[in-house]
């Protein structure tokens, strides 16, 4: 172990000069986006556990190679991440992989997207909540693909299609297998330069594949706005109803349940702020076999004191809804994190951040906490190649 952390560094380091090389050795219209990260963490409760807290302490690796080529008519974007954690307590040791490739062809009239995902990770870095399950770092495997189709009907109106399927794995019979299907239609109609209207119609299904045999439905239409508020501000407010149905086998099967739905988001860009509000209200699926209406907020303000520091600030809270079928326990979660950036060159910055979580439960008063201290450093380096 004493000498894992030093090799394990040096490695990294040797890739990513091996990279910025060959990144700006790049000909033609592809380029490589590099990129390096070290940090070191320190967890009070690391499980979220609302009794006996585990103490966790050590260090994460990452590296991201991106390439990505763009033409007037065509695009492709490949991401593709390594991250390797070493800890104080092995259990929670892992290597991970996390892939995201968007594929694009358009012209004029009309565009289309493809969209693939994959990752090999654990359940304590990719669920939202472990529901008070004291699993350590039960493995992961995510995958999935979404296409996309947009359609400039004239100048005022456009039509637009998406559906996605993907589905998560687990190597322990404490999480829930399932799988996820959507696809939505959404008509965009310009009333002005600035204002666009919005009307979209989704229909969305969570499947469990083990464990338990329950199906969700759900479908419904929203309506919105996406505005630019001025030429800092921009918003894009969307609202309507679901109606879901959960069905489980072995259990009469309940009538469709009216729900309200929606999603706000504010971006204000400024020059030495940048400010985002977000809050929706939609189906999540959980790793303990059900999916239920969740509804959270979030923000984050990135501040830039002067050339060298900036100061980031996020928070966001989230609650649960339980109805029908759903078993889940989590009543609300919570977290804040403050954190000061020292951008010490061109490429490279240092990010020291605090960072506070709070989870509660419907079936008892007490509270799962978590204290965590963040160092990060990381590395960029400047690449050639084409815009």
């Known amino acids: 172990m004493a000498l894992a952390f030093p090799l394990r560094l040096t490695s990294a380091a040797f890739l990513m000069t091996a990279l910025s090389f060959s990144a700006g050795a790049q000909a033609g219209n592809w380029r490589l986006e590099p990129s390096l990260s070290q940090r070191g963490s320190w967890e009070s409760n690391a499980l979220m556990l609302r009794q006996d807290p585990i103490e966790l302490y050590g260090s994460t690796t990452s590296v991201r190679l991106s390439a990505l080529s763009d033409t007037p008519t065509a695009g492709i974007n490949v991401g593709n991440t390594v991250t390797q954690t070493l800890f104080n307590k092995a259990t929670f040791n892992s290597t991970d992989f996390h892939n995201q490739t968007k594929i694009s062809k358009r012209n004029a009239q009309w565009e289309a997207l493809l969209g693939l995902s994959g990752d090999y990770d654990t359940t304590r870095t990719s669920e939202i909540t472990g529901f008070g399950t004291n699993a350590l770092s039960v493995r ?12 400039k009907i004239n ?19 404490a999480y829930t297998n399932y799988n996820l299907y959507s696809a939505a239609t959404t008509w965009r109609r310009a009333l002005s330069a600035d204002t666009s209207s919005l009307l979209s ?5 969570y499947q469990t594949q083990n464990n338990i045999d329950e199906t969700v439905d759900s479908l419904g239409p929203t309506f919105g706005f996406a505005m630019t508020l001025t030429p800092r501000l921009t918003t894009r407010l969307m609202a309507g109803l679901e109606a879901s149905k959960q069905e489980r086998a072995s259990i009469a099967s309940p009538s469709w349940e009216w729900s309200s739905v929606y999603s706000a988001a504010l971006t204000f860009k400024g020059e030495q702020d940048s400010l985002t509000l977000t809050s929706s209200r939609a189906q999540q699926p959980y790793g303990n076999g059900t999916s239920s209406l969740l509804t959270s907020f979030s923000a984050q303000e990135n501040h830039a004191i002067n050339k060298l520091f900036s100061l980031v600030v996020s928070g966001d ?31 490279v910055d240092v ?3 605090y960072r506070y979580r709070e989870e509660s439960y419907h079936t008892t008063d ?12 990381s590395y960029r380096p400047l690449t050639s190649g084409a815009p």
Do not use: C
């Open 140 to 151: 992961h495997w995510a995958y999935g693909t979404a296409p996309e189709a947009s359609w």
């Open 155 to 173: 100048t005022t109106n456009q039509l637009s299609v998406n559906a996605s399927a993907s589905a998560s794995r687990y190597d322990s019979a």
């Open 201 to 205: 119609v989704t229909a969305r299904r």
């Open 317 to 347: 809270y989230a609650t649960a809804q339980q109805s029908g079928l759903n078993t889940s326990t989590l009543k609300n979660k919570m977290s804040g994190k403050a954190g000061l950036v020292y951008h010490a060159f061109e490429d």
């Open 351 to 353: 990010d020291a951040s």
């Open 366 to 377: 007490n509270k799962a906490k978590d204290n965590a201290v963040l160092i990060t450093l």
